[in-house]
C-alpha cells in the first residue's frame, strides 16, 4: 500500500528530527497540552503497537484494549495508561523503540491487504484506513514537536491523504456534536507542497476553501486554528466546519484558541 510507504517516510522525517535530542531535550514541554516531546514520541509508539496488533492478532488487539478501558475506569486517562504500558520508557531508548516500531507497522501494512477489516477502539476500519490514520497521527502530532523547537516543517505529497481523510470526515464532524452536517460539502482547492494544484469535489454553490494543503491539515488536524492561517473560506457551511473540524476519532474536541500553537523563534 502506498499509505504505508507515506507513513514511512513521515516517520523518517519526524525521526531525523528528534534523533539528535538529548534526554533533557526530549523532556521539553510542547504546546500541545504540555505534554513533552517524549510524552509525544511515546504516544505515537504506543498505538502504532496497537495498530499492529489490531492488524496480526485481533487477540492481542483485544487484550491490549481491556487494558485501556480497565486503566481509565480506575480514574486514571490515556496518557496515564500509556506511561504504565512504557513501563519507564523513555528518552533516547523510547525514540529507538519508537523507531525500530514504525518501521515494522510500515512492512507489515505495505504487503497486507487494503481491504482487510481491522478492530479499532471505535468500529473496525479497512487496513488502508488504518495505516492512513496513523501518518495523520504521526504528522499531527509531530506538528508540536516542529513548533517549539522552531523547525519549518518540509512536506510532501503524502499530505494528500491526510486531506481526503479531512475532507472524508466532513459530515461525521458535525454528527460527532449531535448537529445535521450542511449541504452541500464544500470544495478544496489546495496547493500540493510542490505547487500543483488538488481539486477536491466538484463546484458547490460558493462553498469553497482555497489555500496551503498543509494548512487546511493542520485545521483538520486541529494544530493550528483557522484563524492562524491563510486559508481563504467562502460559504456558510465552509465557514462552519473550519470552526469546529475533526478528523481523528474520539468526543468532539475544540480547536485551539488563536495563536495558541505556533512555531516558536528558533
Not at 58 to 66: L, P, Q, R, S, V
Not at 207 to 231: K, M, W, Y
Request: aromatic share 8%.
Amino acid at each position: 500500500m502506498q499509505q504505508a510507504d507515506d507513513f514511512l517516510v513521515e516517520c523518517d522525517r519526524i525521526h531525523a528530527l528528534i534523533a539528535p535530542l538529548d534526554d533533557a531535550q526530549l523532556a521539553t514541554p510542547t504546546a500541545f497540552k504540555g505534554w513533552t516531546i517524549g510524552d509525544i514520541v511515546g504516544h505515537l509508539h504506543v498505538w502504532n503497537q496497537a495498530a499492529q496488533m489490531s492488524l496480526k492478532d485481533e487477540d492481542a488487539f483485544k487484550a491490549f484494549m481491556g487494558q485501556v478501558g480497565g486503566i481509565i475506569r480506575s480514574g486514571s486517562d490515556l496518557n496515564g495508561f500509556e506511561r504504565i504500558w512504557l513501563d519507564g520508557l523513555s528518552g533516547q531508548a523510547l525514540v529507538a523503540a519508537w523507531a525500530e516500531t514504525y518501521r515494522a507497522t510500515a512492512a507489515d501494512f505495505a504487503t497486507a491487504d487494503p481491504a482487510q477489516r481491522v478492530p479499532w477502539a471505535g468500529p473496525s476500519m479497512s487496513a488502508r484506513s488504518s495505516i492512513t490514520a496513523r501518518l495523520m497521527e504521526s504528522w499531527a502530532h509531530a506538528q508540536a514537536i516542529f513548533d517549539v523547537l522552531g523547525v519549518e516543517r518540509a512536506n510532501g505529497d503524502a499530505l494528500k491523504n491526510i486531506c481526503v481523510l479531512g475532507l472524508n470526515t466532513y459530515g461525521w464532524t458535525f454528527k460527532n456534536r449531535k448537529l445535521d452536517a450542511p449541504q452541500p460539502v464544500p470544495q478544496l482547492l489546495l496547493t500540493a507542497p510542490a505547487g500543483e494544484l488538488w481539486v477536491f469535489g466538484e463546484p458547490a454553490d460558493g462553498e469553497l476553501i482555497e489555500g496551503d494543503a498543509a494548512e487546511f491539515c493542520q485545521v483538520v488536524t486541529q494544530t493550528r486554528n483557522i484563524a492562524d492561517t491563510a486559508l481563504k473560506v467562502s460559504g456558510a457551511n465552509a465557514t462552519a466546519w473550519m470552526a469546529i473540524a475533526q478528523c481523528f476519532a474520539g468526543a468532539p474536541v475544540d480547536p485551539p484558541a488563536p495563536g495558541v500553537r505556533r512555531k516558536a523563534e528558533a
